[in-house]
């Protein structure tokens, strides 16, 4: 196998298109030769009809022409016929079909390389604001009423250069592995991480006058936190971006025997435009929000890279309802089973 191959196998995008091509070759081929078969099969029955015994002891008038055929041999000449075309059918519409996607295709791999270049560009000045917050940590006095918020700022730095970093590895097609750091000892709290993030998010919120609800639980999930704080706050920033003004986003948690669900709705319109399953894909997004004051620009990139990280840490994350009264994402994590001593 040549490297092309190897690559070509390895890039979604293009096998996703090699799929389309084909879903679309074979549909078009199936009409195709439906068409044929079904001509070929009128011409049958009229030789057939004109083969009968009444037809042909039917008079006609002595100048008129009769051409007599055998209908074994025309049958078979049908037949010959009717399988190439739906063969040459079939070929045409395949090429063509490959031909059509081809925009398709350069049009997500431009978005890919974007993406990786932005991402890459980012890095550096990340890296740097990261440094001067350090160091503006280190310098301030122990009793400094501002090394709380320069902490905050820190640990928000981190998380912004890891989802750079996801960014980035998502768009080369890396292994990005733990992508979070080392998991923490017994894994990840739940109800504090989410506490964190609805505090981060509150903010946000609150100039959309949206108000982010959080169940307490002492639940803990095995994915590290700085990935699963990541999902949270992706959930919980696009329900924020589709509240309408003066509603609650819920945040619920229920453990189940080996997992932990974490539910995050908004009592918005629900999922237009776009198909609920694929608002996971990669810059596939719905329609905006209604109203001016709740419209807000998505690029749809959050919500596939919560995908990525729960698949990548053996969970998964749906749309389990949508509709008028709003829409539930379910984070599905594995749970930290707690065995008590002597057992």
Known sequence: ??????????????????RSALRIGWQVAAVSAGLVVLIIGLV?????????????LERHPADATRIFVDSDELIGVLAVIGGGAVVLAGVATWVIARRAVVPLG?????????????????RTPLTVMSTRVQQLQRRLAPEDPNRTVVAELREDTRA??????????????Q?????GGPDAPGGTPVGAELERAAQDLQVLADERDVR?????????????AMPF??????????????????????VTVTVRADVVDVRVRDHGRGITGIDPARV??????????????????????????????????GGSVRVDATGADGTTFVLTLPRVVTRRAGR
């Open 280 to 313: 996971f894909d990669r810059f596939a997004h719905g329609s905006p929000a209604a109203g001016p004051a709740e419209r807000r620009t998505s690029y749809g990139i959050g919500l596939s890279l919560v995908r990525d990280l729960a698949l990548r840490h």
């Open 212 to 224: 982010i609800a959080v169940d307490r639980t002492d639940a803990v999930v095995t994915m590290p």
């Open 106 to 122: 350069e049009a997500l791999r431009m978005q890919r390389t974007f993406v990786a270049d932005a991402s890459h560009e980012l």
């Open 160 to 173: 912004l250069a890891a989802i750079v970093d996801d960014l980035l590895q998502a768009a080369t097609m």
């Open 44 to 56: 049958l029955v009229y030789v057939l009809w004109q083969s009968s015994p009444r037809e042909e």
């Open 1 to 18: 196998m040549t490297a092309a191959s190897h690559d070509d196998r390895s890039d979604p995008d293009r096998v996703a298109v090699r």
């Open 229 to 250: 704080r990541r999902c949270v706050v992706a959930l919980v920033d696009n329900a924020v971006g589709h509240a309408p003004t003066g509603t609650t986003v819920d």
């Open 175 to 179: 292994d990005a592995g733990d992508s």
